[in-house]
């Protein structure tokens, strides 16, 4: 059986904050928590991508600035 190829995956809406902390409490985030798909690691997650949106304003409701590129 030959080895499973490698898969890439384009236009992936992806968080990042600066400490594990702060991703910890978006997860707690009721409102937050169905927005975050997948943690890749304590800084980094996987956004759905139909919550994009909803979670740069909450996260501006929250008080943070977030940059959206």
Known sequence: ??????????????IEVA?????EGLLADPTMADAIMLRLAPTFAVIDPAKIEAVVMRLKKLGHLPRVI
């Open 1 to 14: 059986m030959p080895p499973s190829l490698p898969i890439i995956h384009e236009n992936i809406p992806l």
């Open 19 to 23: 400490d594990a902390a702060a991703l």
